[in-house]
């Protein structure tokens, strides 16, 4: 499994749950084409990126492209890799005929071809650096979620809601994206004064 320092967004549901079997990281969707118009999601990754950075992996149709050059242009081509898959003629098992350009998405190339992919995209990367702050950290858990009532109990949903609102995140992350994305974003500790002042 290639273990990823930076954040790895995708296009869809299916892209990610394929990368979550051959990559360590944080793994984000565009939800397709709602990233162009949902203003949460695009300061999401606009601060995800400058946190951690991103590498895009997107399908190698048109769509894929233009999702790509929007993201980029968003973030800043700075803060960002740019992770390839070749154009591979065919369609993916779970549909009834191949989408429009004839191309497999992500969720359909081979995982050689994937790693390959992200292993070119951290090829062309200057080192990390690692600093004291971020060895020390006390990692947001499972737990704390269920703790703090934003998730697993009675009004968690509400809680969750209101808490994503306060910190400007998109309402429909899953719970493993909200981990990933709380823990890029915020320490323990700042976090959990945010929830005090919500009570």
Known sequence: MLKL???VLVEGKYDAARLTNLVDATILTTDGSRVFRDKELQNMLKRIAAAQGLIILTDSDDAGFRIRHFVTGLVGAEHVLQAYVPAVHG???RKQAPGKE????VEGIADDLILQGLQTALDSAPAPQTTAQDTDR???AYTDLYEWDISGTANSADRRRALLAR???PP???KKELLQVLNTLYTWESLDAQIKMME
Do not use: F, P, V
């Open 167 to 169: 910190l400007g995140l």
């Open 5 to 7: 320092e930076q954040a």
């Open 138 to 140: 006390t990692a947001i």
């Open 91 to 93: 369609k993916e098992a």
């Open 102 to 105: 004839g191309l497999l998405g």
């Open 172 to 174: 429909r992350l899953s």
